[in-house]
């Protein structure tokens, strides 16, 4: 009798522990499951195109001018919703800025900028129930410009920079402003369409001339979601 007492005693108390050790152990395999699955989801990436309506500003010589310059804007994101509204990313962009040309009778000067972008930005979804969600954002980084500037005929006269052809490339900061509305087209694809306000400052090519510009960007694009 004692005998059986002992081995149902021995039994009782093997069940409860394998019980109480598969107890510990799923919630355990499902936090690691649930964190796994967090670090995997929410990403995506995007490509956008679209027209930069910009304005340069030029301080050079004494003196100051400003004009107005219509171009081509590329950029291309990668990003990760963090929660439920809020998204962050690293974006880069390209666009040729400008170009002209300058006429001073005695000869002429063909100035190009092309300006690159790396910025860190931050979105704000406003979430609802149908299939367009808009948003706001912001981003802060570094820009990078590179002038290209050609003169035809000697005009070293107006200034010793004014001859042949000069090039330079410098880092700036860089801000910028957003707003748009993702259209969803299925669970990973979604169209979007965004304004974007860019500024950059204190981009200077070879002492005197040191500039500064804005750009409103008007862009259409594809986000996928991982």
Same mark, same amino acid.
């Given at each position: 009798?004692?005998?059986?007492l002992?081995?149902?005693a021995?039994?009782?108390?093997?069940?409860?522990?394998?019980?109480? &050790? =598969?107890?510990?152990? *799923?919630? @355990? /395999? +499902? #936090? %690691? &499951? =649930?964190?796994?699955? *967090?670090? @995997? /989801? +929410? #990403? %995506? &990436?995007?490509?956008?195109?679209?027209?930069?309506? +910009?304005?340069?500003k030029?301080?050079?010589?004494?003196?100051?001018?400003?004009?107005?310059?219509?171009?081509f804007?590329?950029?291309i994101?990668?990003?990760?919703?963090?929660?439920?509204?809020?998204?962050?990313?690293?974006?880069?962009?390209?666009?040729?800025?400008?170009?002209?040309?300058?006429?001073?009778?005695?000869?002429?000067?063909?100035l190009d900028?092309?300006?690159?972008?790396v910025?860190?930005?931050?979105?704000y979804?406003?979430?609802?129930?149908?299939?367009f969600?808009?948003?706001?954002?912001?981003?802060?980084g570094?820009?990078?410009?590179d002038?290209?500037?050609?003169?035809n005929?000697?005009?070293?006269?107006?200034?010793?920079?004014?001859?042949?052809?000069?090039?330079?490339?410098?880092?700036?900061?860089?801000?910028?402003?957003?707003?748009?509305?993702?259209l969803?087209?299925?669970?990973?694809?979604?169209?979007?369409?965004?304004y974007?306000?860019?500024?950059?400052?204190?981009?200077?090519?070879?002492?005197?001339?040191?500039?500064?510009?804005t750009?409103?960007?008007?862009?259409?694009?594809?986000?996928?979601?991982?």
């Amino acid at each position: 009798m004692n005998k059986l007492l002992v081995a149902a005693a021995a039994i009782s108390l093997g069940s409860v522990i394998s019980a109480s &050790a =598969a107890d510990v152990q *799923a919630p @355990t /395999e +499902g #936090w %690691y &499951a =649930a964190n796994i699955l *967090a670090l @995997t /989801e +929410g #990403w %995506y &990436a995007e490509a956008s195109a679209g027209v930069s309506l +910009g304005e340069l500003k030029a301080k050079a010589f004494g003196g100051s001018i400003s004009d107005d310059a219509t171009s081509f804007i590329g950029r291309i994101n990668f990003g990760k919703s963090l929660i439920e509204n809020v998204r962050v990313g690293v974006e880069g962009a390209y666009s040729p800025a400008y170009s002209e040309s300058y006429d001073f009778g005695v000869g002429s000067a063909q100035l190009d900028i092309n300006v690159w972008s790396v910025i860190a930005v931050a979105y704000y979804d406003f979430n609802n129930k149908t299939r367009f969600t808009p948003f706001v954002g912001a981003g802060a980084g570094i820009g990078v410009v590179d002038f290209e500037l050609c003169v035809n005929g000697d005009l070293s006269h107006f200034h010793p920079l004014l001859v042949g052809s000069q090039s330079e490339t410098t880092t700036h900061p860089a801000l910028k402003l957003a707003a748009g509305v993702a259209l969803e087209v299925s669970k990973n694809v979604g169209i979007i369409a965004d304004y974007n306000f860019n500024y950059f400052t204190n981009a200077v090519l070879a002492d005197p001339i040191e500039i500064s510009g804005t750009q409103n960007t008007f862009n259409l694009g594809l986000r996928y979601s991982f």
